[in-house]
């Protein structure tokens, strides 16, 4: 029963690199969602899915891009990197249009 | 956008007391939550709101939806060492659907020895 599973754990990018964080559920969940979470500051929402093939912006979507084609995969990726997306992201999951149940334990991304 | 102000922003107590937090809103909200956030992990759900004036436990937790909906508490009894963490409230407010939650800033619990 491995929850939400986020990969890597740690990555150091430099400014204009690209990449792809992973994220996968073992739960069947219908609903997905990114966040970011900075220092002093709330979980902001990015990108969120309600479904495979289904996925709506959050609070701060700029900069990043997401696609659903599975329930158990919802890939966020950063185009062009910039210091300005140095965070700590989080995926979460539920069962149906609902609030996230489960977090997975973060990505923890430095750009310099 | 909508803004969630949690105070204190952070505790120092000592094993076996008592502690309360509170969150309040800018606009009215329909459904209050409660996360714990421990060092290195994601989130928690530990609690969930739904009507104005409801009270919920979960163990030694009591969590309240504020009656102008605009407000939420939560408090923990006899607090220890695993209580540690940020506590955060969020809400999908009364303009979104429950897919777009704000998260407040957060309550940092720390117990003295």
């Known amino acids: 029963n491995a929850g939400v599973t986020q990969t890597p754990k740690f990555q150091v990018l430099k400014t204009g690199q690209s990449m792809t964080l992973q994220c996968a559920q073992d739960?069947?969940?219908?609903?997905m969602s990114w966040y970011r979470q900075d220092p002093g500051m709330g979980l902001r929402l990015i990108h969120y899915s309600v479904g495979a093939g289904i996925t709506d912006q959050g609070e701060v979507p700029n900069g990043y891009n997401v696609s659903r084609s599975t329930t158990e995969d919802f890939p966020l990726r950063l185009l062009s990197a910039a210091p300005s997306q140095t965070s700590v992201y989080f995926c979460a999951s539920s069962y149906g249009r609902g609030w996230p149940q489960h977090f997975g334990d973060g990505t923890r991304l430095s750009i310099l | 956008g909508q803004q969630l102000n949690q105070s204190p922003q952070s505790m120092f107590i000592q094993e076996g007391e008592d502690v309360s937090m509170n969150c309040t809103s800018s606009?009215?909200?329909?459904?209050w939550l409660w996360y714990k956030q421990e060092p290195g992990e994601g989130p928690v759900l530990l609690i969930a709101l739904y009507k104005a004036g409801e009270l919920t436990s979960n163990g030694r937790l009591t969590a309240q939806f504020g009656i102008t909906r605009k407000d939420s508490f939560l408090n923990i009894s006899a607090s220890i060492p695993s209580d540690v963490g940020i506590y955060f409230c969020?809400?999908?407010?009364?303009?979104?659907?429950?897919?777009?939650?704000?998260f407040g800033t957060g309550t940092r619990l720390t117990i003295i020895p």
């Open positions: 739960m069947n969940h219908e609903y």
């Open positions: 969020a809400g999908p407010g009364s303009n979104f659907g429950n897919e777009k939650l704000t």
């Open positions: 606009s009215i909200f329909n459904t």
